[in-house]
Structure formats: C-alpha cells, structure tokens
C-alpha cells in the first residue's frame, strides 16, 4: 500500500516519493534509519518510468537537468557522508516548514493559468526558456546536500524551487524533478546501504507498489489543466509539510 500511495504521488507531482514514504513507515512502526532511507533506492525505476512519460511530451529540459545533476550529485554526496556525526531533526523541521510554506504559496498564489492545460502549449515546451544559472546551481546543491542528508531523493523540494525560484512551467518542473531526483537517488543509495540503513525487504516491497503506479501519475499529471494541477500539488505540499512537522 505504501509504494502505490507514493508510486501515484511520485509520478504526479514529480517527485520520487521518498519523502511520503518515510512518515508512513513510522506510522506502521518501522524504526528510524529504516523508515528513512530503505524507501530511497526503490523510487529511482518508478522515477525513471514517470519521467519517460514527461520526456515523450518533450517536456524535460536537459539545460535545467544536467546543471542540476552537476552540482546536485557532489552536493548529495557530501550530504549522505555526513549522516553519521549529524542529527538531522532541526534540518527536517526546517525542511517541512519550507514544503509547507511552498504548498500555501500554490494554494494562494498558482500562478499558473497562462499555461493552459494538456500537452500542447508552446509555453510548456518552449527550450530557449531563460533561467539564471546561478540561482540553478544554488538550487541544486542545496538540495543535493538536504537529500543526502535525509535519504531522499529531493523531487520534494526540487520541484517547488523550480518553480518558483527559476520560473519554469509546473509541468516542465515535474519533468526535471523526476528526472534529477532518480540521479540524485543513486549516490545516496549507495553510501547509506554501505552504513547499513538500508532493508531490502522494505525497498523490494516499496518497489513493486510504486514502479507501476507512478506511470499513471505522470501520465494524469501530464493530461491535466495547469491550473488546477498547481492547485493540487498546493494541497499535497501543504499536507505533506503539515504531516511532517506534526511526525517530528
């Protein structure tokens, strides 16, 4: 049940999905670095087969990936190798602060009416879209370091920064989320699995929830009106920040 919830939700709102999972193995009593990290490795084939979807819709812009990978995977190391000498609860509350800000942020503001619905739009394809690169670069180690640090694959934050701190299109920013987020899953993966906070029992069973139903996440994601998607993923992002911070 837990990897089709965050199978769905990974693939619809462009994140690999980590982040839903870990409160819902607490909340079934899986115990800390378990609940954390073991849900990591499973999301990247779901991550993968969604952002397929999105790519096939000329949606995914590799300027906005590959900068996000060059900075975000050193940054996702560092972040993972530090686990050991860090406790990360003042880090978690402020990263569920942040999501939860975010998700009033598209409940108020969506922001995303221009955009219309469907695959068409020219705005939504568009790959001569200005962005600052800087702002890229910060984005992107910023978050590599958080997801290191937390077992996550970083769709939960990557996604709203895109954004609205780089101004893309919330269908474009599902595409580069997923797409980064199953790069930044693997160093992560590989450096907790080494500390031993990896069940493969839990990942397997995540996994096979998870890797079919985020292809019809992204898939609905892609048919649905901007509008009301920005909308949507206000309400998810504003419960997944809520839901955390009571967790913690």
């Known amino acids: 049940m837990v990897g089709?919830?965050?199978g769905f939700l990974g693939g619809l709102f462009g994140k690999g999905g980590s982040a839903i999972a870990t409160p819902l193995l607490f909340l079934i009593g899986y115990p800390g670095f378990i609940a954390v990290a073991s849900p990591l490795p499973?999301?990247?084939p779901g991550t993968l087969i969604a952002s397929a979807q999105y790519w096939k819709h000329k949606l995914l812009?590799?300027?906005?990936?590959?900068?996000?990978?060059?900075?975000?995977?050193?940054?996702?190391?560092?972040g993972?190798?530090?686990?050991r000498f860090t406790g990360a609860r003042i880090l978690l509350i402020l990263t569920a602060i942040l999501v939860f800000g975010f998700g009033l942020s598209f409940l108020i503001w969506p922001g995303q009416e221009k955009s219309?619905?469907?695959?068409?739009t020219a705005a939504?394809?568009?790959?001569?879209a200005p962005f600052s690169r800087v702002r890229l670069a910060l984005i992107a180690a910023g978050v590599g370091f958080v997801s290191g640090l937390l077992a996550n694959a970083g769709g939960f934050l990557l996604a709203p920064a895109y954004i609205r701190l780089l101004k893309l299109p919330i269908k474009k920013s599902f595409a580069c989320s997923l797409a980064v987020s199953a790069v930044l899953a693997v160093p992560g993966t590989i450096i907790h699995?080494?500390?031993?906070?990896?069940?493969?029992?839990?990942?397997g069973l995540v996994a096979l929830g998870s890797v079919p139903c985020s292809m019809?996440?992204?898939r609905i994601a892609i048919r649905s009106r901007s509008s009301r998607l920005a909308r949507m993923y206000g309400i998810f992002l504003t419960a997944l920040g809520a839901l955390s911070l009571f967790h913690l």
Do not use: C, M
């Open 4 to 6: 089709i919830v965050i």
């Open 42 to 44: 499973s999301t990247i």
């Open 61 to 78: 812009d590799w300027r906005v990936f590959w900068w996000s990978i060059g900075v975000g995977v050193p940054a996702t190391i560092l």
């Open 80 to 83: 993972s190798a530090i686990t």
């Open 116 to 120: 219309g619905g469907g695959t068409s």
């Open 124 to 128: 939504l394809q568009r790959e001569d």
């Open 193 to 203: 699995a080494y500390l031993g906070h990896i069940s493969w029992t839990v990942t």
């Open 216 to 218: 019809l996440g992204a």
